[in-house]
């Protein structure tokens, strides 16, 4: 790798947010995922290399804590709050709970390889 790779500067908040939004955390203009979780192997237009991250098991770790403090807190308040019978509980937190999960897993996945980008982590910082 050349030496203005290894010298680049690396903005952690810039690439964790580029990464949120599903973007190559060093240019920001190229996809992060070909598919729904799975990272394309280079950036096509800057061709940052991305098979090596390792980001593994900490967006799940990440999404359900997330989603699990929105949908127990909510539960909790609206219990509080309402009278609600079991089956209209099941009915609001268990779709809840699917779309929220869902819809963070990607955008965090994201925010974990911004990240390792970012810290020059598995590879990111020239070193194979």
């Not at 770790?61 to 309402?82: K, N």
């Not at 009915?91 to 911004?114: F, R």
Request: proline share 5%; glycine share 10%; charged share 20%.
């Amino acid at each position: 790798m050349s030496d203005v790779y290894q010298d680049e500067k690396r903005d952690m908040g810039t690439a964790v947010k580029r990464g949120l939004l599903c973007r190559c955390p060093r240019c920001g203009q190229g996809k992060l995922f070909r598919a729904f979780l799975k990272p394309v192997d280079n950036c096509a237009v800057c061709d940052e290399n991305y098979t090596h991250h390792r980001a593994d098991d900490l967006p799940a770790y990440l999404s359900i804590v997330i989603v699990g403090h929105i949908v127990l807190g909510g539960f909790m308040t609206t219990d509080q709050l309402v009278v609600w019978p079991n089956w209209v509980h099941l009915a609001i937190w268990t779709p809840l709970t699917v779309i929220l999960a869902l819809g963070t897993i990607q955008p965090i996945k994201g925010g974990v390889i911004g990240f390792q980008w970012a810290s020059r982590m598995h590879g990111f910082g020239g070193e194979v």
